[in-house]
Each structure stands twice: as structure tokens, then as C-alpha cells.
């Protein structure tokens, strides 16, 4: 249980472009949706937390209008870089937690975005 | 000061020998939760455990074992007879009563590398 998928594995697009990255949990229903961006050989830094049907707090430093995410669902939360450039390429990742508190975070295998 | 300290940076070791991941921690809160995750090279988060503050038993699962003591604020984890297959990166990560428990924080994780 507690499977977590992520769609696209790899992107490459053109500086400029949007890019939307989808975060499923595939077993459970999941409260909170978190996105994280990890550099090469780096820990993972938190970008937002999202919430079902509400809006995302984002981190210090995060540019909201950059990165827009959604929680639609209980079951789907969407991440939307806008306007891609070259510093944007990372590997971001998301994870799922099945309820409030100290619920365990299950992540999603991370989506590789490399902007031209 | 960092929250949660990983100060190996890699590690490496031959098959079958044991090793131990170190992780330290600061927290002000008296309820909080400690987790250990594997990242293999494919880039995906595997939950390994989760363990609360007020948990101090030590925890086995196959060669698997973790050592918690909330005196000197560590969170060991030890692979015994380690196998290629255990060459990864291990994050330590805490989420803290302060925040709603909401936020995992990641130390820098530790690279290890079993060799045949």
C-alpha cells in the first residue's frame, strides 16, 4: 500500500514554456500533498504544502506565481512551472500523507525536468 | 544550527560488512517524530521508518536496525552484512509538534556505496 505516482518520469522543453507535473496517490486518500525540488547530490527542499480544496502554502523563497500548484483531489494534486528557464531544471518530487499530523509522507518516484 | 545533522557525507564499505548511518537532531519540542528514508539511484524515496519521541525501544527488521536515544538526540540506523543492493542515498528527516507535524525536515543524507 501507500503507492505514490508521478507523471511525466523526464521532460524537456523549451525555455518559456509551462510544465505540468501530476502527483497521484494511487491507495489512499491524501489530505495534504507536499512538493519538494531536489539539486543534484542535494537534500530535498520543501517547496509548498497543499491542502485538498485549498490554496498551497508555499516556503519562503518559492515564487507562487512560478510554481502553481493544485489539490484538486484527494487523490491528485498538480505542480505547473511557468514560464520554464534553464534554472528551473531539477528533480522535483512529491509525496502524499493519508491525514493530518504525524502522518508518514510516501513519495512519488520524481519527475526530471531539464529546460533548454 | 542545522535541525537535523547527517555529518557522513559517504560512506563506502565491502559486502557483508556492517555499517552505521549516524543522524542527530534538535528539536525544542518534547513530541516529534524522527523517519529514515533510502533514495536508490532511480531517484524515488523509500520510507523505511518512523518513530516518535516517545518511542525509545530500539527497532529491528531484518538487517535493518535502529538505535534511538533522546539523550544525546540521535536516531542511528546500522545495516548488517551489507549488500550492493543497499548502496543508496539515506536521508534522516524530523517533523516537530511546532508547525502541526506538517513538515518533514531532511538532513543532508548520506551516500552509501557497497562494493562486491
Known amino acids: 500500500g501507500a503507492v505514490v505516482s508521478q507523471h511525466p518520469s523526464r521532460v524537456i522543453c523549451k525555455s518559456g514554456t509551462s510544465v505540468k507535473i501530476e502527483c497521484r496517490s494511487l491507495d489512499f486518500q491524501a489530505t495534504t500533498m507536499f512538493w519538494y525540488r531536489q539539486f543534484p547530490k542535494k537534500s530535498l527542499m520543501l517547496m509548498a504544502t497543499s491542502n485538498e480544496g485549498s490554496k498551497a502554502t508555499y516556503e519562503q523563497g518559492v515564487e507562487k506565481d512560478k510554481f502553481l500548484i493544485n489539490h484538486a483531489s484527494l487523490t491528485l494534486s498538480t505542480l505547473t512551472v511557468t514560464s520554464a528557464h534553464p534554472e528551473d531544471s531539477s528533480f522535483y518530487i512529491c509525496s502524499a500523507s493519508p491525514g493530518n499530523g504525524a502522518d508518514t509522507q510516501y513519495f512519488g518516484p520524481g519527475t526530471r525536468l531539464t529546460v533548454l | 544550527a542545522q535541525k537535523v545533522t547527517q555529518a557522513q557525507t559517504e560512506i563506502s564499505v565491502v559486502e557483508k560488512e556492517d555499517v552505521t548511518l549516524d543522524c542527530v537532531y534538535e528539536?525544542?519540542?518534547?513530541?516529534?517524530?524522527l523517519f529514515w528514508y533510502k533514495q536508490p539511484p532511480s531517484g524515488e524515496l523509500v520510507f523505511l521508518i518512523r518513530?516518535?519521541?516517545?518511542?525509545?525501544q530500539n527497532e529491528i527488521s531484518g538487517r535493518y536496525s535502529w538505535n534511538f536515544q533522546k539523550s544525546t538526540s540521535s536516531f542511528n540506523f546500522t545495516i548488517t552484512a551489507s549488500q550492493v543492493v543497499d548502496s543508496a542515498v539515506y536521508f534522516c528527516?524530523?517533523?516537530?509538534?511546532?508547525?502541526?507535524?506538517?513538515?518533514?525536515?531532511f538532513g543532508a543524507g548520506t551516500r552509501l556505496a557497497v562494493h562486491p
Open positions: 528527516a524530523l517533523s516537530e509538534a511546532t508547525g502541526g507535524y506538517n513538515k518533514l525536515i
Open positions: 518513530r516518535n519521541s516517545f518511542d525509545e
Open positions: 528539536t525544542r519540542d518534547t513530541t516529534y517524530y
